[in-house]
């Protein structure tokens, strides 16, 4: 069964996500950002989300997760909950 591990940073706007992102793609440490600036209780755990299964996010959230590139920073990726940034960081299909 598929199943994967992402650790993510859940922002209110989409202008913040990008901020972020960019802080990141600029060599700024994912998992202080995380405890930084994550609306998402998984923040204070550098936004680590552990081991889920499809179905146990939310769509959007699901999609990219099943289907982006293991190691790379995805998002914006727009929610219910706000805008997130994603990072995988492990996948078996």
Known sequence: M????ARHILVPT???????????EAGEDFA??????SKCPSGRKGGA????FPGQMVKEFDEV????????????????FGYHLIEITGRVD
Do not use: D, M
Request: charged share 30%; proline share 2%.
């Open 2 to 5: 598929a199943r994967a591990r």
């Open 49 to 52: 989300l552990g081991e889920f």
């Open 65 to 80: 997760v099943f289907s982006g590139e293991v190691g790379k920073v995805l998002g914006p990726v727009k929610t219910q």
């Open 32 to 37: 202080e950002i995380a405890r930084q600036h």
């Open 14 to 24: 989409e202008e913040e996500c990008i901020a972020l992102k960019n802080k990141i």
